[in-house]
């Protein structure tokens, strides 16, 4: 009767197991959106191009960011040319008048060349004078370094003989009194 007993129990935690599992099935069916794809509805949704591709969208980015900076290229070189060579209805409006105009086209080209020449002795002047004003500052340089390195002297002997010991270790006042008695001349020289 036991093994009756055992067998039934087996059976009977056998099938709580199967319920179980099924419920667990259920459930995770339910969670990931009911039954899984077929193998041809997997094969169809890997190969539609949903058009979201980072490496794509990079790429596109980059070439609309040359074609940006190359135009802007483009037109600062076209704003150059066009400010230092005159415009071609300007130069065709020069060339109808050119017979008419010859005595102030040669005027013209007079006030060019001094005006050419005003510009190189501008730029002598500028130059002469940033030349000078470099001579200036070193000078003054130059002074500050020598004044700095007198006082550095003169404090370094001044320390020397400060320190100074006689053989036993003990200081020698004479430079002491000596200095004692600079400083109060100094003094009294500044008051009076």
């Known amino acids: 009767m036991t093994k009756n007993n055992d067998e039934r129990s087996d059976s009977h935690e056998d099938k709580q197991k199967r319920l179980t599992m099924k419920k667990n099935k259920r459930r995770n069916v339910s969670r990931l959106g009911g039954s899984g794809l077929s193998l041809n509805a997997f094969a169809n949704a890997k190969s539609n191009n949903s058009g979201y591709n980072p490496s794509l969208i990079k790429k596109q980015r980059e070439i609309y960011n040359n ?40 005027g013209r080209r007079r006030r060019k060349k001094d005006s050419a020449f005003s510009l190189e002795e501008l730029y002598k002047k500028q130059h002469e004078e940033k030349e000078r004003e470099r001579m200036e500052r070193e000078a003054v340089f130059k002074e500050k370094k020598e004044q ?19 053989r036993k270790g003990q200081p020698i006042m004479k430079y002491r009194i000596e200095h004692l008695l600079e400083t109060i001349q100094g003094s009294a020289g500044n008051k009076s």
Do not use: G
């Not at 290229?73 to 017979?99: A, F, G």
């Open 67 to 106: 074609a940006k900076k190359v135009k802007k290229y483009k037109k600062m070189l076209k704003q150059q040319n066009h400010q230092s060579d005159p415009s071609v209805s300007q130069r065709h409006i020069e060339n109808l008048n050119e017979t008419e105009e010859d005595k102030d086209k040669n």
């Open 148 to 166: 700095r390195e007198k006082a550095e002297a003169r404090r370094k002997s001044l320390r020397e003989k400060m320190f100074k010991k006689t």
